[in-house]
């Protein structure tokens, strides 16, 4: 009995003495790390080298101009058979136009110049030809932006028109269209109006124009034109006015293929507040294709200067319109 419990203790202590020989022999093999770790307080401070890397220049500058173009022509044209008995007249009529705005902002800064030229001539069958669209037109606006909304703002405007226009009647004797007078030219008349004030503008297609402080001089260059029409004394050609403006403009995409242009202009003499000048400009474009387009305009104008009743006109076109940037 003792004999074997003998055996028995030395076969376990002969187990456990080669599992911690293994284990010695073990640990001797592990490779062990070629770094130290060493404490915070032992690193040199020359021992941390900096190293620079270096940022590649882009060569990237912000462009704070914007710009946009519009040109194009519209034309009309109407023909009838010599035994066309339901009546009308044979007629042609172009249209020529150009739009451009250029857009600067910087922080609550703006300027923004407006150049709208328009020109058209309509010849119908046995009369003259007659120009039916021409307007000059360049406003340019600087702004201070002190909310989201309201800014105050200085602007020039100047308006005049190129080609000169006639009144017209018969020939008692030939029954032939002649010219009888000249009613209009280049700066006959011509309008400049600097005007100073408050700007209302909650979007990008609105803006309200209060100017509290607005001068306009209107100018009769041209001698064959009667400057007492457009209300000076006769004999000058400068009237000075002192007003109060209004001004709202709207650029609005009414849908994908259709935009409502529209600008109203109030004039207020301080002389005679109550009977102010009144302007609108409207045009409705509809795209057909990317360059071909129908326009429709129309500009209304009660000025008591220039005449006691309402003046209008309109106009229908077809044409084609290029648009800079697509």
Known sequence: MLRNLTIILTVIMSFVGMQSYAQVNLKDLREKPDSKILNADTIKENSIKQINVPIPQLGLQVNYWKHWTKFGLNANQASFSD??????????????????????????????????LKYGK?????????????????????????????ALYFAVTFESQFDVGYKYDRDKATGEEIIIDTVSAFMAPGYFTE?????????????????????????????RVDETKFGLEEGNTVRNDLAFQITANLDRDLSKNLNLKARYNLFADYKNITDPANRLDLTLTAKITRVVNVTASGIIVYDNNQSGKVQYNQGLGLGVLFSLPR
Do not use: C
């Open 83 to 116: 035994n066309w008995n339901a009546g009308g007249v044979n007629s042609m009529s172009l249209m020529g136009l150009f739009w451009h705005k250029a857009d600067y902002t910087r922080d609550r800064f703006n300027f923004v110049s407006e150049l709208d």
């Open 195 to 223: 005007s100073f004030g408050l700007e209302y503008k909650p979007d990008k297609s609105f803006s309200l124009r209060l100017g509290t402080g607005t001068a306009r001089q209107t100018l009769v260059l041209d001698k």
């Open 122 to 150: 309509i010849q119908n069958k046995d009369q003259l030809a007659k120009k039916n669209n021409d307007r000059v037109f360049w406003d340019n606006k600087l702004s201070y932006r002190f909310t989201d909304k309201w």
